[in-house]
């Protein structure tokens, strides 16, 4: 077991640790959620993680995404991400797609012990938990995080039990359709706030620092509880 996870140690078991070195997880979406989301995978000791984002980093990412510094603007968030993640541990295994997630674009389900989420874009977040579910990986799904300032309402919830969140409204809807169900989301009830659209009929949704990144770690630790098979009560 590596020095740097002997607390993990003390309350998982070095066995349980150990075994985190041989997991392989994949995750959607870089942004105030997925940035979160793999740091707290990888600090937990996850041997092999696989990143998919196209984008670079903006300035308008720097309030909410955790790789979003003055020095990383106009970096691809793959690489941003890579950089920091070998700092925590350099040994972990990293695999960078910067790509936009498509139907046409090959990736090794197959090959993952858990799949996560984080992408803002309906389409591309259904192909990615159809194609996890036909692999047969599990896989979690983050729901709507813009526009919200209480970070203490997200929970844990299969899709078919969500409420509120005009996010998973659609999800709940697009899945059914395509006989897909039990689909495992983090998501919170608090009613998004609404703000007017811009002159291109756009609204970008407002964010908080703290808003995402506790959505992301929720998604870390039931990656975490799942792939260690812990129990969980209440």
Known sequence: ???????????????????????????????????????????????????????????TNINRQLIATSKTVGKPKTQVMRDRLTEINPKVRIFCYPVFYREDQDFPFD????????????????????????????????????????????????????????????????????????????YSEEKPMKFPRDEQHKSTPGSMSYVPGVCGLILAGEVIQDLLNIQKKG
């Open 111 to 186: 090959q993952m012990d858990y799949v996560v989420d984080a992408i803002d874009t309906v389409t591309s977040k259904i192909l990615l938990i159809t194609k996890a579910k036909e692999a047969g990986v599990p896989v979690i799904s983050a729901m709507g995080a813009g526009n919200k300032v209480k970070a203490q309402g997200f929970m844990v919830a299969d899709l078919s039990d969500t409420r509120v969140c005009p996010l998973a409204k659609v999800m709940r809807k697009e899945l059914k359709n395509r006989g897909i169900s039990h689909v495992k989301v983090v």
């Open 1 to 59: 077991m590596e020095e740097f996870l002997d607390r993990s140690g003390r309350l998982l078991g070095e066995e349980a640790v150990e075994s985190l070195a041989s997991k392989k997880v994949a995750v959607f979406g870089l942004g105030g959620v997925g940035s979160y989301t793999c740091e707290a995978l990888v600090r937990s000791g996850i041997g092999e993680i696989h990143i998919v984002d196209k984008d670079v980093v903006d300035v």
